[in-house]
């Protein structure tokens, strides 16, 4: 599933909790704020990117001094959707 899909999943389900339940889902806004999400996501995956690079280039074994556990979590949040 796309990061896009799971942010608008998330927003939709804020309006099952108590005190949004009774309130009309806008799915116009739904969509305008996953957007503004997003921007805030890749902002945050850019930063991760360059400093696996900074690592990469600063240490000879690389980003193999990262464990195998945080390297499949940034892998599984960003995955390469090419």
Known sequence: MKVKEK???ALARGYCSPENSGKEVDIEL?????DEVIKV???I????VDLL???EDASPAGTEILSEELMEKINKF???EN
């Open 30 to 34: 739904i969509n305008s704020m996953s």
């Open 7 to 9: 942010i608008i999943q």
């Open 53 to 55: 690079s900074e690592i």
């Open 78 to 80: 960003f995955p390469d």
């Open 45 to 48: 995956e850019e930063l991760i």
């Open 41 to 43: 996501i890749d902002e």
